[in-house]
């Protein structure tokens, strides 16, 4: 079978580098553009020392890209600047979107938490929400995919099946996020210096961050009502992963042994979202440098409410990864493929 | 004025050695014994070389120590055995107590929580809860003072003074807590060795850990009625520093500034608890290594419902720093005696 | 092509753990016997949860393991303990030793540096040194290869090469060494919990590490006379990674460009060895989690030196890794079967 | 008595930050002027929270402040800056540099290895090298000190009396520095990232760091040659400390007893430095925080080579600590003045 010629915009943030990781394993990938404006020109081992060896092709800039040979590209570019790019490539390459800037349905809703107009709303009814698991049928027939952010993806695969069969109730929703520092990018700030984060931890964005309404909006289509949520997340010293601990209202009838099993039971075919066994508790160790996620439901004290956790590794699953995975389906391949690393413990 | 004699219970822990490195800036305190059991007869540096320098005297045996020649003595001894030590000290010993033992009134929570029956029943009802700063009367008086645990510090300084105020609601209260390894001590246990925790993080004790009881007690006999919480504590790759985040109801007519209002006022005299003005976040690193606790209030998008973060040293505000406060007050001192040091950063 | 059926003797220890984590992306793996006698009759799952999903067998005594089905048994028993237990293997079964009994030829020399009899001393004869690169030929019909340590791994693959030619002089070298935690295994010592480890450094087996006469055997063969080193290893604040800084004589005529060229001739072939171009810097985090290790020779202000670097993953190049590729070159395999994976950075 | 009236110029770095740490606790000092002019206007706690509650003064330009009314001024800012501006402050008020900036006798040796031309070239001879302990009588009448290097006061604080001793000899020198990151600063460098950092380690500045010159400069006084030394520096995964390991060629008749006894001779009286008995390994952990250095000898297995070791916390000992160090001598203090704080570990 002959190889996708695949292209990556932005190559140089964390996520392109855990993408081209990732397509190495992959047998049917060939990377052929990757693009970074500010290192245009420099060889790619230069950026990326660990990727030196891959032979892969020399930085360019966006503009001087060749994207008409191309079957696929990934986008890892800021958001705003992705809608203005994916808006000049050829209708015959297909998208995969990394950003935040197809991901909101309603383009007010992004001129709202993004703070300008949505630069490319006519292609915005043609993306799809990447959420393999969820939109899988969608993504198979889709040329613009908008992979969901890394909480969001966490949050979603946990919620949504219970949501759905009314196993939580859609009010009072708290979501304590915690994060590794990569979810930041490899941007020049000075609260991601080593000094500034290591031995030490903090919350931010606190009831202002942007993947807030993401999860709403998929929360309210399963609820089929408006969901807000309380979504707190918090920045921890470590690379990677990303752990929710999430505290729901059950639902009538509902118990965590109910909600285990309405997990199980979304799941029982899916090869990368696990359902742990009563009293097993997850951690980021057990899922990183991987493609899983574990999501997990516990009995609370408080009457009437549920503890849940979600943890997956925020550059594969929560991005790289789930893009990876979102390109196998759009082009008939095993799901899996380039995917099955096992987590790196320790 | 002369000195304070000195007895440390159990030298040879994490809290242990955090009050020989307060103590030593404490101009009135003379450490004259120092037990370990199992390091007996080895002189302090070879537990601890950070602190070889302070010319203590060698660890002993808690049965080898002459206790009658002391003014106080703090215990930091294992629960459980602590009772059993504490009980056959002289009366004339003062006796601050850094472990769990005189922590819970009833000694049947006790019980039911540690395990086994309380093993000093007779002194329970004569020992003071240590949290100084809403028990400094009770405190002064008292023979025997039982330090709370490091998350009910934090929470407590927190949520009391907003429970009494009925500025928030004693139902549906959800503490999701951040803590630095050293909260486990330095007792070999494989989840605690740096290749487990380090780039990692989890919760544990879910609905199960024994400071839920601890702070229900206390927010109970503030709500004057019985107050059941989520209590999820999560390890987090640091050594020191606690973050709380707690989700609360809003009482009738209160909203984030109330809130913040009702602690401002409620710690205004206080050396060192501090209310974070609005819009500042908190941070462990705000703290880490000093006596002080940073509490803050934050608007929730959820209707009715408030952000609370609370942020402390384990080691110090948490433990041993709360407990040099308390012999401060105890012996009339001034309460900032040997607590001044700042924190440090990075 | 069939299957090769593999045992590990000692799967509970992180070399297991890797192991195991590399066996699963290996086309020609078949698991079929895990032993750890203190964790015998658990499942994989419940001692290394990240490795849960994998479906290998549950962990059993060493004592009760079929090895005569087997065709290869890699053996992380600790030391003195792989003799006893590798002498009652049947002779049909291909033995690979991550341990540190067999590497030393002279059973003597063992004794000195282990504190006890070589307890297999008539299999020592028949032993191969599996530094792959080095000894590929013996290592293809061996039965019996002694997987070098990870320190000597990551010191012979950069001098071998210099001292043969000898572009370095074989007296005053020093190789100040680096090192992770996973260097010491899983094992419940104060020194490696995480609140002793973190934020933090020290020298330890100062003059007296026993991978020194191991480093000391290889290079003497290579010189031609006896070579005797300075090894200072240090303990640094990370899971993987260990990194050499070798001060080296520079042999008649040779200078930092010529040994950068009889190292890049060596390894011109071989597929994980990477020699570091002029000025470009190794570091650890360009071979995390991969086989690779990066070689490097920089000019020193003083003259007749040179300064040398060599960086490798521990538990893979260093440990794990370099097991596989042994098993690849003693069953025909090519020999980078299942050690693709890319680094993972960060 | 009367109180110190002290300036910082450049406060917003990490040695500025940890100075203010260090003259909270100082009996004598009043901390009157801040400068930091990228954030001038802004209170000193929106740049570091964590000093917040100090009630210090604003953060002013350079040049709006008032010099003439101070005692003293500490100088944190960028080499070449110091110079400039250290030559418009009145010649009333003393200076204390922590920069580079008049380390080096030789403003010609300063070019070359700093890059430009000396900035007050006829300030250069008054200023006293302020590494205490060997200085202190130049120090005490010095109106313009400059601070050493972090690792320099790590080498010489080893290195000289064993130089002047003839315990070691001046050829072959390998001084190989580990440091926490905190020796970069607080500047916005892709290489300081949290993610590019943590769990990871790599040399830098290979024959090529500007703390060569300055140890070459002082050991060449001791030893009365030119001396050269291999320095090479590592960056480790923590936030302060700094470890040495020297690899020296011992001097006629010395040994590493010998070694040892000159070192203790040499720092009897000396409150801060310490030397390690036999045996006893040093790490960064035992000085944390503090202003302790402990310097040790250790046998090495080569022949006629000894391991030395020096350890300190390089914002402390390594410069601000020193710095108040310095200040105590200049004005005639109690030279431990705000500096008795013990280690913090963990």
Known sequence: MDKLKIGILGASGYTGADLMRLLAEHSHADLQVLTANSHAGKPLGEVYPHLARLGLPDLIKNEDADWSALDVVFCGLPHGTSQEVIATLPESVKVIDLSADFRLRNVDTYATWYGHEHRAPELQPSAVYGLTEHYRDDIKDARLVACPGCYPTAALLLLLPLMKAGQIYPEDLIIDAKSGVTGAGRSLKEQNLFSEVADALHPYGVASHRHAPEIEQELSVAAGTDVLVNFTPHLIPMNRGEFLSVYAKLGAGADARSVRETLKSAYADEPFVQVAEEGVIPATRH???????????????????VILFSTLDNLVKGSSGQAVQNMNVMFGFDETLGLTQQPMFP
Chains 1, 2, 3, 4 share one sequence.
């Open 287 to 305: 899922v990183r440098g991987s493609n899983y996620v574990i999501v997990a439901a516990n009995e609370d004290r408080l009457p009437g409410r």
